[in-house]
């Protein structure tokens, strides 16, 4: 006698996955083990993904954290969270072969900054501390030219210099509102503040968190595919939590999901971080299978259409 699997409604969430900028970063490893040979070294992991770590390493590129891990005779690439202006020079001292996999998006952050400090403001940066993206912008000026925002309570409590121009960006990878909750907490006290043109959180993670608000209602469980380290997609899960589903949660892949927790699942929304490949998508889908009687939803919020080119030596 079998046993019938229970029903499960899969409302597969997209936007999802792979963003232009990771794509890119990607692509300009693979390119660079292609033209040069293995092994190329990456500072930081280019991206933050073990699945894609992992399988660039296998390819032979070599993950390290600073510049004095690097040969003199090998290339080295930048990763696509940008690092502070003090990198490249010391490359350049050592007269090393690097190529800058930054996303556009974030040098677009760092060209910001340097027009409000040209314009001698004093800059306000929404983001997290340590994050990589953070780091390097803060490391595109001189110390004390920009002072970190992370909570609304620190933009309540911030004292900037007194009788200068303010101006504000931010990380690329936030929450959507609790980004507009800290950007409404500085107005209120700086009225005159600059800001930018556009918002700086970039369209990927905006749309993905649209995405998943859309897909939670009636959902009885989330799942976001994506690593720990990860910003956008630890920022999936909390936007799941916040639009109403408790019971969301973060996993690399299958191996990190918990089915006992989802035994009584009958509807999940699956999404993934803009650095997880969509391989890892499928492979959970196919567990779900194993456990679940499975019908697949795709849910589909906004087509993307951003691309990127690589660096001109890159190029085909």
């Given at each position: 006698?079998?046993?019938?699997?229970?029903p499960?409604?899969i409302?597969?969430?997209?936007?999802?996955g792979f963003?232009?900028?990771?794509?890119?970063?990607?692509?300009?490893?693979?390119?660079?083990?292609?033209?040069?040979?293995?092994?190329v070294?990456?500072?930081?992991?280019i991206?933050?993904?073990?699945?894609?770590?992992?399988?660039?390493?296998?390819?032979?590129?070599?993950?390290?954290?600073?510049?004095?891990?690097?040969?003199?005779?090998?290339?080295?690439?930048?990763?696509?969270?940008?690092?502070?202006?003090?990198?490249?020079?010391?490359?350049?001292?050592?007269?090393?072969?690097?190529?800058?996999?930054?996303?556009?998006?974030?040098?677009k952050?760092?060209?910001?900054?340097?027009?409000?400090?040209?314009?001698?403001?004093?800059?306000?940066?929404?983001?997290?501390?340590?994050?990589?993206?953070?780091?390097?912008?803060?490391?595109?000026?001189?110390?004390?030219?920009?002072?970190?925002?992370?909570?609304?309570?620190?933009?309540?409590?911030?004292?900037p210099?007194?009788?200068?121009?303010?101006?504000y960006?931010?990380?690329?990878?936030?929450?959507?509102?609790?980004?507009?909750?800290?950007?409404?907490?500085?107005?209120?006290?700086?009225?005159?503040?600059?800001?930018?043109?556009?918002?700086?959180?970039?369209?990927?993670?905006?749309?993905?968190?649209?995405?998943?608000k859309a897909?939670?209602?009636?959902?009885?469980?989330?799942?976001?595919?994506?690593?720990?380290?990860?910003?956008n997609?630890?920022?999936?899960?909390?936007?799941?939590?916040?639009?109403?589903?408790?019971?969301?949660?973060?996993?690399?892949?299958?191996?990190?999901?918990?089915?006992?927790?989802?035994?009584?699942t009958?509807?999940?929304?699956?999404?993934?971080?803009?650095?997880?490949?969509?391989?890892?998508?499928?492979?959970?889908?196919?567990?779900?299978?194993?456990?679940?009687?499975?019908?697949?939803?795709?849910?589909?919020?906004?087509?993307?259409?951003?691309?990127?080119?690589?660096?001109?030596?890159?190029?085909?």
């Amino acid at each position: 006698m079998t046993s019938e699997k229970p029903p499960l409604t899969i409302r597969l969430v997209g936007p999802r996955g792979f963003c232009a900028g990771v794509v890119r970063a990607i692509r300009i490893v693979e390119a660079a083990l292609e033209r040069y040979g293995a092994p190329v070294y990456v500072r930081h992991e280019i991206v933050h993904n073990r699945f894609v770590v992992k399988t660039l390493e296998e390819k032979g590129a070599v993950f390290v954290e600073e510049l004095d891990e690097v040969p003199d005779d090998a290339p080295v690439i930048f990763s696509a969270h940008g690092v502070p202006k003090s990198v490249p020079e010391e490359a350049g001292r050592r007269e090393l072969h690097y190529i800058d996999a930054t996303c556009p998006l974030v040098s677009k952050i760092h060209r910001e900054a340097e027009r409000h400090f040209a314009a001698k403001r004093h800059i306000f940066l929404i983001g997290h501390d340590g994050h990589p993206e953070v780091v390097g912008t803060i490391g595109q000026l001189p110390p004390g030219a920009i002072a970190l925002i992370q909570t609304v309570e620190d933009a309540q409590q911030v004292e900037p210099p007194p009788g200068r121009e303010l101006s504000y960006v931010t990380q690329t990878t936030l929450s959507v509102d609790d980004t507009a909750d800290i950007i409404g907490a500085l107005r209120l006290r700086f009225p005159d503040m600059h800001e930018p043109k556009r918002e700086d959180i970039c369209y990927a993670t905006t749309n993905r968190q649209a995405a998943i608000k859309a897909a939670v209602p009636g959902a009885d469980a989330v799942i976001v595919i994506g690593s720990q380290n990860s910003s956008n997609s630890n920022r999936l899960v909390e936007v799941a939590k916040a639009a109403g589903c408790s019971r969301a949660l973060l996993a690399d892949g299958v191996a990190e999901i918990d089915w006992d927790a989802l035994a009584d699942t009958r509807i999940l929304a699956i999404t993934a971080g803009a650095s997880a490949p969509e391989a890892l998508v499928e492979d959970v889908v196919q567990a779900c299978r194993e456990h679940f009687d499975v019908t697949l939803e795709n849910w589909i919020d906004t087509l993307e259409t951003v691309k990127f080119k690589l660096p001109r030596e890159l190029a085909v």
